[in-house]
């Protein structure tokens, strides 16, 4: 059973910082691109980065370039997004997600992701 589970969230003041991290099993994880997303209540779910299993190529949108980082370490099977300065509008819940899509090299967001896992909530507050 393939399984994703993102963890690490809380609760920061403005400007500080947090690693999450999604915990994968079931699938061959070196097969796989790791996408991370969010969520904020009433908006639409907004892609911010990914990172092939592979090539270990990454990917940001504007949002995220300069403050998010993107890293695997494939002997865990774990993604991690490191989020730093973060913003009141970075308040959201995180979500990680897996395709193979990208088993050629690269990844992107805008394909369709296979598998999503459960969220961990991001809340930046002072």
């Known amino acids: 059973e393939v399984q994703l589970q993102a963890s690490g969230g809380g609760e920061v003041q403005p400007g500080g910082s947090l690693r ?34 592979i090539d270990a190529y990454t990917y940001y949108v504007d949002k995220a370039k300069g403050r998010f980082t993107v890293s695997r370490d494939n002997a865990k ?11 009141p509008e970075d308040s959201a819940i995180y979500f990680c997600a897996a395709t193979t899509y990208y088993r050629h090299g690269g ?20």
Not at 77 to 87: A, D
């Open 20 to 53: 999450l991290s999604c915990t994968t099993s079931g699938f061959i994880f070196d097969d796989y691109s790791i996408g991370w997303y969010r969520q904020a209540p009433g908006k639409e779910r907004e892609g911010l980065s990914c990172i092939n299993n």
């Open 77 to 87: 099977n774990t993604v991690y997004l490191q989020m730093n300065s973060l913003r």
């Open 107 to 126: 990844c992107g967001l805008a394909y369709p992701y296979d598998y999503w896992g459960q969220g961990t909530q991001v809340t930046v507050s002072s």
